[in-house]
C-alpha cells in the first residue's frame, strides 16, 4: 500500500476512534457530588463536581441527579437537559452572575427540580431564560439576587411551568419578569408558588401568565402588575393570595393589559386592584377585596361559569 493510502487510512481510523469517543461521552443520566470532581466520567461511582462539568458528558434529552449535598455552580444550558434533585441540597451560589442561563433551541425541553439558587446579594437573574420551547422550574427556590428571580426573555416561542417555587429578596427587579425579546412571545403558568419579600411579585410586559393556587405577598412595589408596552398582556388570576404588597396589589396599564381575577384574596396592599390607561381589570364578582389602606376598583364584572 502507498504511504499517502496508508496515512489517509490511519486519519480515517483516528476520527472513528475521536467520534466513538465522542459519543461515549455522551451519557442520558450523569451525576454530580459535593465531593466529585469535573475529571470525572460523571457516572455514580465517578461523579463529577460542578453542572457546567456534567452537562457537556450529558446527552441531549439526558438528566443531571444530585448524588448528595454540595454547591455545584452557575450553568449554561443549550439542549433539553433535566437537573434534579431527589431530597438532597443542590445549590447554585450565583454571586455576580446569573445562576441558570437557558439558552437552548425552540423545540427543546428543559426541567430544573429542587434546586436552590442563592445570588448572595449581588448575583444577577436566578434564572434566566433566552430560548427554548418549554421550561419547568419546580421545587426550587431563589433568593438575594438583583435583577430578576426569573427573567424571561425569549427569542422563541417560550411555555414556562413554576410549580411549588419561592422566590425572595429579588433587590432590583421582580421574582418573575416577563419580557420578551424580538421574534419572541411567553406563556407563564405559576402554581402553588411564593413570591415574598421582593422589589415587585411578577411584571408581565408581553404574553401571557396565569397565576393559580399562590401568595404574592410582602412586596415592596406591586404585587402582579400587567404592564403592556404596546404587546398585549394576559394574566389570569385564580384562587391566590394577593397580600401586603406595599404600592397595589394587582394593576393593570394601558390598553393592551389585560388583567382576569376569581376566587382571590386581595387584602393589606398599600391599594388593593388598580387599573389606568384603558387597561381592563374584571372580577368574577368572588374575590374578597378587604383592608387594603386604599380598595380600589375593578373595571369589569364578569359571570361567566
Not at 386604599?294 to 359571570?303: D, K
Amino acid at each position: 500500500m502507498k504511504p499517502y493510502s496508508l496515512f489517509r487510512l490511519a486519519a480515517a481510523i483516528l476520527l472513528y476512534a475521536l467520534l466513538a469517543a465522542s459519543a461515549h461521552a455522551q451519557a442520558t443520566r450523569t451525576w454530580v457530588s459535593g465531593v466529585g470532581d469535573d475529571a470525572n466520567p460523571c457516572s455514580r461511582t465517578a461523579p463529577c463536581k460542578t453542572f457546567a462539568g456534567a452537562i457537556s458528558k450529558t446527552a441531549a434529552s439526558g438528566s443531571i441527579s444530585v448524588l448528595d449535598p454540595g454547591g455545584f455552580g452557575a450553568v449554561t444550558i443549550t439542549k433539553s437537559i433535566t437537573i434534579e434533585t431527589d431530597g438532597q441540597l443542590a445549590g447554585v451560589l450565583n454571586a455576580g452572575t446569573n445562576g441558570i442561563t437557558i439558552n437552548a433551541g425552540a423545540s427543546d425541553v428543559v426541567t430544573l427540580r429542587g434546586l436552590q439558587m442563592n445570588g448572595a446579594l449581588t448575583g444577577i437573574n436566578g434564572i434566566r431564560i433566552l430560548a427554548g420551547g418549554r421550561v419547568i422550574i419546580e421545587d426550587c427556590t431563589i433568593q438575594a439576587v438583583s435583577n430578576n428571580g426569573i427573567d424571561i426573555t425569549p427569542t422563541t416561542a417560550a411555555k414556562v411551568l413554576v410549580r411549588n417555587t419561592t422566590i425572595s429578596r429579588v433587590a432590583g427587579g421582580a421574582a418573575i419578569s416577563v419580557a420578551p425579546g424580538v421574534g419572541g412571545s411567553a406563556n407563564l403558568t405559576v402554581e402553588r408558588s411564593n413570591l415574598f419579600a421582593n422589589k415587585a411579585g411578577l411584571i408581565v410586559v408581553s404574553g401571557t401568565a396565569s397565576v393559580n393556587d399562590s401568595t404574592v405577598s410582602a412586596n415592596d412595589q406591586n404585587g402582579i402588575f400587567a404592564n403592556s408596552a404596546g404587546a398585549n398582556v394576559v394574566i389570569n388570576v385564580n384562587n391566590s393570595r394577593v397580600t401586603n404588597n406595599t404600592a397595589v396589589g394587582i394593576r393593570a396599564l394601558n390598553a393592551t393589559s389585560s388583567i382576569f381575577v376569581s376566587n382571590t384574596v386581595i387584602s393589606g396592599n398599600g391599594t388593593g386592584v388598580a387599573a389606568a390607561g384603558g387597561a381592563a381589570l374584571s372580577t368574577y364578582k368572588n374575590n374578597s377585596v378587604v383592608n387594603n389602606t386604599t380598595p380600589g376598583t375593578f373595571t369589569a364584572i364578569l359571570t361567566g361559569d
